[in-house]
């Protein structure tokens, strides 16, 4: 709580707290701010925003609800991204706990998976996963989550190797704790935070990978995302701008929302230290 | 960015009455058209073979049909709907074993050497009827090409082979390559499949992988005074959004296969010196057909699918969908195709209420959830159309009770799971109609094609009546008695349903105006464009 | 470590539904299943999996990339084809952000909480939340289409058949657009790097020390906290390599450059494993020597780190 509350007093912290806090609202209630399935044909196509007070925002190519389909795509952005970061750090908390820990051959090896992932372009690779297994939501997040594992992965082995050293777990070791005890009561709690604080830069990535997938055509088609409502609008980008406009604003809104967020957790850490 | 480009535009607009009131006439003339130019042209594919002889597909043709010729074209003035190209005429015998090409003399190849009789023989037979994907069926039983003299090519089949078929593929199967550099090599690995050398009136010059190709003018090209233009210049630009603009930045200067996309041409219609020609996709008719797997229990009951035909406003896909470059359809032949189209089969209006009932009726009542059976729907990714009408039919379904769940997987993704795993319960599929029902439209619904062929029936559907049909009509000789075979075909498939047929489109070209003897025939944008000019 | 990334990427072509067979008759609007056999034996898409991989790891010994299915040429062709493009546009971007980006860091970073700092701060967040593919077809439709000041897609006027320095200013006008909106937003990511490394600067001792001192303003800022603030940087750079690498995937197929993103997309729908193990591969290597250099600058940059010490 101590936390948040000095979160709060810095103006980015505060920015991105609120930004984020009604996009989640926004999201949530999606259902009751606008009823019904996004996709559906609601009117005629191509209408102007701020013409008609039933569509606010126009419709598209197939008369869809426009702003039924932002609504609706703060879902997909904001559960793909986040979805996609716990997975991310999951994968890599137990990578690196696992290589710190164990040390030797295994950790040797770890070590080159890690590398492998991190030489090749995760861009290419979530492209390469998305198109040969099929476009589906879980997908597009294993696909994001499997680029962006290796950072907090080498983080992790990295915080733990300094703390394995330290007196309480030396301690720990000497009262008979196994390993397995150590690693996660003494080192993961004090390892985490650090790597915690990666997860806003992951979130952030992870919603415009997404975006872009869906942009290639690579997203799921039986929900709405703004990385394909901004694909569906460029093909009429010069008579119906508004179409790739609106989204595209969407996502700038979320995403700075999510680094303003991160940059007052770093104040507030900054502050905490000093 | 607004106000300057309201200023633009109002500024050109007023402009543009002028022009075009000045530019029209010269578009009529077609014979004193200028010489000489280059003509830049929108492509995006890049094919591996580019010989039409061994590929006739569309994208092949659009850039080889510049430097390979067939032995007639397709015309609007034409008897029988053609034109003479390497062939001045063609006859059939009445027994249907033989037919007699008469062959243009005079002719060169691009490396000097004469072209005769032989070089058809051996294009038939060494690789029209054994490689070509079009011409393993329509030559499966040519036996023999006899040349009498350099200007004779006899045709001799084991089996009656329809003459009308023959002639409806001339233009899309015969491409004649030159016997000299094919023979005694590998046809399949011949450079020449690359570096192509043909007949027509622009030679193959130069290809830089993922940025052009470029043909330059054949000056020994039979037709004298043709070919016009000095130079065509196919610029890769694999992306449809980059077309509209670098023809309007006049990087460009034509665009065919609706590589602008259709909700674009609105508003480019609006600038000055761009036209929008929806003529010469007549002999490539893209049919929109509902694929149907009849392995699922509930569609292999002909109520859901008289349901599923009612259950989709026609009016929609071709207003909202198509913006209107399209028809309805009505049954498996286009109405594109006046030689076979028959219009008095059962129609299925848009008609929410009946659709319910049908399904009421085959004892699919709406669970508590308003949902009566889930299907998984699967949108062929190549057009945008395509996956557009994949989004509204999921619309349409769930308006009767019916979840859809759309797939999407990029092209071979969707070949492998449609046509070999048959892992689909609907599928939405773009076939062409080209120019007689044999080639490709009968396999769409006939049984015992083997799994792993796209484009053919993989939905499981068998009915002996209608393959008797086709059986029939691929043998009968006697164009009227043919003609109505097809005609019974139609009916049988509008009213038993093993597909849907939803809608019928041609392509829409759009150039500048300077581009002269555009869309003259049917077949334009994979014609030879000898007589396409440049206005300077 | 190599030998990894060949696995995972052999593995995940192999997952695939659908294989270059099944890709290629596609493209041709049909085939009967003999041709489709045919074929699948040419390609040797018949044999097993382990043989296929062992055939191309053997064949990778002796630098033999292989044969493309999809465009039936070899794969090293290709890809030494279209790798100069990507290199040209990832090259000028990543030197056009990091010089501006650097510069504006220090700009911003040499009066924390000013109100340059703050314009500077805003405008680079937001840049870098644009996506870059959006950012790329606004610029294009500005500058290429409706101003008409510079080409809208490619690499160099088609067939023009200029030479020398009249093409090397052809190349560069139609690199504007695709160079401007990959470095747009990798500036504001390095200006913001650069910011918030030369804050940590200024409250170190030796800075401190400095200022009691009474050294000027400008030179602490330039000798000692902007050349502390690069060596984040610097690492960030190397970092960054395999991500731009992969942004220009999108950017390459909106401006339709011949590059090696676009190869790479061509080679994941025609299911070309050789080439798309082929474009991972060299990739990658691009990737390490790029860091390579990077340990090395960062050694020249920072004193402390010395010979004797292996590179970070």
């Not at chain 2, 603009?245 to 296969?257: C, D, P, T, V, W």
């Not at chain 2, 392995?295 to 349901?307: G, I, P």
């Not at chain 3, 840049?127 to 289409?145: D, E, N, Q, R, T």
Request: proline residues 6%; contains cysteine.
């Amino acid at each position: 709580m101590r936390r948040i509350r000095n979160l709060m007093k810095t103006p980015e912290g505060m920015a991105g707290f609120g930004i984020l806090a009604t996009l989640i609202l926004v999201a949530l209630f999606a259902p009751v701010l606008s009823p019904g399935d996004p996709l559906r044909i609601a009117g005629d196509p191509l209408l102007a925003p701020f013409v008609d007070p039933a569509f606010p925002l126009g419709t598209d190519r197939l008369g869809r609800d426009v702003l039924a389909g932002i609504i609706h795509g703060t879902r997909t952005s904001l559960a793909v991204g986040i979805a996609a970061a716990i997975a991310a750090i999951a994968i890599g908390l137990c990578v690196g706990l696992a290589a710190g820990f164990a040390g030797g051959l295994v950790e040797e090896a770890l070590m080159r998976v890690i590398d492998a992932f991190q030489i090749v372009p995760s861009f290419l690779l979530a492209l390469a996963f998305v198109s040969v297994i099929g476009a589906s939501v879980p997908v597009v997040v294993l696909a994001i989550a499997l680029g962006a594992w290796a950072d907090p992965a080498r983080l992790t082995r990295a915080q733990v190797l300094s703390i394995r050293e330290r007196d309480y777990v030396a301690a720990a070791r000497v009262i008979g704790m196994h390993p397995v005890e150590i690693a996660w009561k003494e080192i993961l709690p004090n390892a985490l935070p650090p790597v915690l604080a990666l997860s806003a830069i992951i979130v952030a990535a992870a919603i415009l990978t997404e975006a872009a997938l869906s942009f290639l055509g690579l997203g799921d088609p039986n929900i709405v995302t703004w990385g394909s409502m901004i694909a569906e609008g460029r093909n009429v980008l010069r008579s119906s701008p508004s179409l790739s406009i609106f989204p595209g604003i969407a996502l700038v809104v979320t995403v700075i929302g999510v680094y303003l967020l991160s940059e007052g957790f770093g104040k507030t850490l900054a502050g905490s230290e000093a | 960015m607004t106000i300057a480009n309201l200023s633009r535009r109002t500024f050109l607009q007023a402009g543009a009455g002028l022009l075009a009131s000045t530019a029209l006439p010269t578009l009529a003339r077609a014979q004193d058209a200028p010489s000489g130019g280059r003509l830049i042209v929108a492509a995006d594919s890049e094919p591996k073979n580019l010989n039409p002889a061994i590929v006739a597909s569309n994208g092949v043709f659009f850039i080889a049909s510049k430097v390979i010729e067939p032995l007639a074209e397709a015309s609007f003035e034409g008897k029988d709907g053609l034109s003479p190209r390497l062939a001045t005429s063609w006859e059939g015998s009445a027994d249907g074993k033989s037919v007699t090409f008469r062959l243009r003399e005079g002719v060169k190849w691009h490396d000097g050497k004469p072209f005769t009789s032989a070089d058809v023989a051996y294009s038939a037979l060494n690789i029209w009827k054994p490689l070509q994907n079009l011409g393993r069926l329509v030559f499966a039983n040519l036996e023999a090409v006899d040349t009498p003299d350099a200007a004779t090519a006899v045709f001799r089949f084991s089996k009656p082979t329809p003459f009308q078929l023959i002639r409806n593929a001339l233009p899309v199967v015969s491409s004649v390559v030159p016997k000299h550099l094919y023979e005694g090599t590998d046809i399949a690995t011949n450079p020449a499949n690359v570096k192509l050398v043909g007949t027509g009136p622009f030679k193959f010059t130069e290809y830089k992988p993922g940025e052009y190709y470029r043909l330059t003018r054949n000056a020994d090209y039979w037709n004298k005074g043709e070919p016009k233009l000095d130079e065509v210049i196919f610029r890769v630009l694999p992306d449809r959004a980059g077309a509209g603009a670098a023809l309007e930045a006049e990087e460009i200067q034509l665009a065919a296969f609706s590589a602008i996309p259709l909700t674009d041409l609105a508003r480019i219609s609006k600038v000055p010196d761009i036209k929008v020609i929806s003529k010469g996709y007549e002999a490539l008719t893209y049919q929109l057909v509902l694929e149907i797997n009849h392995r699922r229990k509930e569609l292999a009951d002909l109520k859901v699918r008289q349901a599923i035909a009612h259950a989709i406003d026609k009016k929609f896909v071709v207003d909202t969908i198509f913006l209107g470059y399209a028809a309805a359809s009505t049954g498996p032949v286009p109405k594109n195709a006046p030689e076979f189209y028959d219009a008095s089969v059962p129609a299925y209006d848009f008609d929410v209420a009946k659709a319910n009932a049908l399904l009421d009726e085959a004892g699919y009542p709406k669970g508590a959830d308003g949902n009566r059976f889930s299907l998984k729907l699967r949108p062929a990714p190549y057009f945008n159309e395509t996956k557009q009408f994949g989004a509204y039919l999921r619309q349409a379904l769930a308006a009767i009770g019916i979840d859809a769940q759309l797939v999407n997987a990029d092209s071979a993704a969707h070949q492998k799971a449609v046509y070999t795993d048959h892992d689909f319960d609907l599928a939405v599929a773009p076939p062409v109609f080209r120019g007689d029902p044999a080639i490709s439209t009968t396999i769409l619904v006939k049984s015992g094609t083997p799994a792993g062929v796209p484009f053919s029936n993989q939905g499981g559907y068998e009915n002996k009546e209608l393959d008797d049909i086709i059986a029939k009509a691929a043998e009968t000789v006697d164009t009227k008695a043919r003609t109505d075979l097809y005609k019974q075909f139609q009916k049988l498939v509008a009213a038993d349903l093993p597909l849907i047929n939803v809608a019928e489109w041609g392509f829409i070209t759009v150039a500048r105006d300077s581009v002269l003897n555009v869309s003259n025939n049917p077949r334009w944008a994979v014609s030879s464009w000898a007589d396409t000019a440049l206005q300077s | 470590m190599l030998l990894i990334v060949i696995l995972l990427t052999f593995l995940l072509l192999e997952s695939a539904s659908g294989d270059a067979v099944d890709a290629y008759l596609l493209s041709i609007g049909g085939g009967d299943a003999t041709v489709a056999q045919s074929l699948r034996q040419a390609y040797g898409l018949d044999q097993s999996v382990f043989a296929r991989l062992w055939l191309y790891v053997s064949s990778l010994a002796r630098f033999d990339l292989g044969w493309s299915v999809a465009f039936d040429r070899p794969v090293l062709d290709l890809i030494f084809e279209r790798l100069p493009n990507t290199l040209l546009l990832m090259g000028s971007a990543t030197a056009l952000s990091f010089g501006l980006g650097s510069a504006l860091g220090i700009v911003a970073g040499a009066r924390p909480e000013s109100a340059g700092d703050r314009v500077l701060s805003t405008v680079s967040l937001i840049l870098y939340a644009i996506p870059s593919f959006w950012l790329g077809l606004v610029l294009s439709i500005v500058f290429a289409v409706q101003l008409r000041w510079l080409p809208t897609s490619g690499i160099e006027t088609i067939a023009s058949g200029k030479t020398g320095l009249t093409r090397a200013a052809d190349i560069a006008s139609h690199l504007v657009l695709p160079v401007g909106a990959l470095a747009l937003i990798y500036t504001a990511l390095f200006l913001r790097v650069m910011r918030a490394g030369m804050a940590d600067v200024w409250a170190l001792d030796f800075v401190l020390f400095a200022r009691s001192k009474g050294l000027s303003r400008s030179r602490i800022v330039l000798r000692h906290v902007a050349r502390n603030a690069l060596l984040p940087l610097v690492t960030m750079l190397g970092l960054q390599s395999a991500a731009m690498l992969g942004g220009s995937v999108v950017i390459e197929s909106i401006f339709a450059v011949p590059g090696f993103g676009r190869l790479a997309q061509e080679a994941v729908s025609g299911r070309d494993a050789p080439l798309l193990m082929g474009i991972i591969l060299v990739s990658a290597v691009l990737v390490i020597c790029i860091n390579l250099v990077i340990d090395l600058l960062y050694a020249a940059l920072d004193p402390r780190v010395g010979a004797s010490e292996p590179a970070a």
